[in-house]
């Protein structure tokens, strides 16, 4: 695997990290980890890796790029995620969800230039977050084990079956020529890694153990985009042994 595809999980670590910070955290006891001695171990490779490579890059990225065409950059990787969106709410038999987010591509696609403009969302057009790992679990597969994969991160094992219809229908995927793929790939994850760079603060700020707060934080909000924020408390099963 090349260096930029190792980049491109690296972001994607990132982003669950930061992105999850703001979660409560539960008592560790009660969390299905039974692999937490090699799980904190991957935790630690992957804050370093983060630490020492892609966040250097993403904080210069950040300093050089202007702030509209940093944006228009995030609008365009957004928009090529509503395919994967799309087909996981067929997928879930979120037809009507389907149908406004089919309207959110095309129109971003087209009068949007491509996705570098949201005109979608000033249209009223709401951006939804569906994957293949919240599609098995409405499907009512069971999370299991939480694991903590090199660069990849914070996952279950539900999720991690899950990343390969994510895989593969991430449109960059089909993108033959090498070297395009992997800009597209290095940009994509240093762009997500910048506008991050703020919201780590509540992760330092926040955590007493790391580790812990970010687990607890990726199981509570995957089990909240599983109910589309109606989680039953009385089945809350990221949190059983």
């Given at each position: 695997?090349s260096?930029?595809k190792s ?25 299905n980890?039974p692999?937490e001695?090699?799980?904190r171990?991957?935790?630690s490779?992957n804050d ?5 490579l892609l ?13 509209p065409l940093?944006?228009?950059?995030s609008n ?6 509503e395919?994967?969106v799309?087909i996981?709410?067929?997928?879930q038999f979120?037809f009507?969800?389907?149908l406004?987010d089919f309207?959110?591509?095309g129109l971003?696609?087209?009068v949007?230039?491509?996705?570098l ?5 000033h249209?009223?057009y709401?951006k939804?977050n569906e ?7 409405a ?7 939480y694991?903590?994969l090199?660069?990849f991160?914070p ?6 079956v899950?990343m ?5 229908s ?6 033959d ?10 940009t994509r994850?240093?762009?997500?890694r910048?506008?991050?760079l703020k919201?780590e603060?509540v992760?330092?700020?926040?955590a007493?153990?790391?580790y812990s707060?970010v687990r607890d934080a ?6 909240n985009?599983v109910?589309d924020g109606?989680p039953?408390e009385?089945d809350f099963d990221v949190?059983s042994e």
């Amino acid at each position: 695997m090349s260096t930029l595809k190792s980049l491109f999980k690296a972001g994607l670590l990132s982003s669950v990290l930061l992105a999850t910070g703001c979660a409560t955290t539960n008592d560790a006891a009660s969390v299905n980890d039974p692999f937490e001695g090699y799980n904190r171990t991957m935790y630690s490779f992957n804050d370093t890796a983060d630490r020492t490579l892609l966040k250097p890059i993403a904080k210069a990225y950040d300093t050089v790029m202007p702030d509209p065409l940093s944006q228009g950059i995030s609008n365009i990787f957004s928009n090529l995620n509503e395919i994967t969106v799309i087909i996981n709410d067929l997928l879930q038999f979120k037809f009507g969800q389907a149908l406004d987010d089919f309207g959110r591509f095309g129109l971003n696609t087209t009068v949007g230039f491509g996705g570098l403009f949201d005109v979608a969302g000033h249209a009223g057009y709401e951006k939804n977050n569906e994957d293949f790992g919240q599609t098995l679990g409405a499907w009512g597969v069971d999370t299991g084990p939480y694991v903590v994969l090199p660069f990849f991160g914070p996952r279950t094992v539900r999720d991690t079956v899950g990343m390969v219809g994510d895989y593969y229908s991430d449109p960059i995927t089909y993108i033959d020529d090498n070297g395009t793929q992997n800009a597209f790939y290095a940009t994509r994850i240093v762009d997500k890694r910048a506008n991050l760079l703020k919201a780590e603060k509540v992760l330092d700020e926040a955590a007493l153990d790391e580790y812990s707060y970010v687990r607890d934080a990726y199981l509570q909000q995957r089990q909240n985009l599983v109910f589309d924020g109606n989680p039953p408390e009385e089945d809350f099963d990221v949190f059983s042994e």
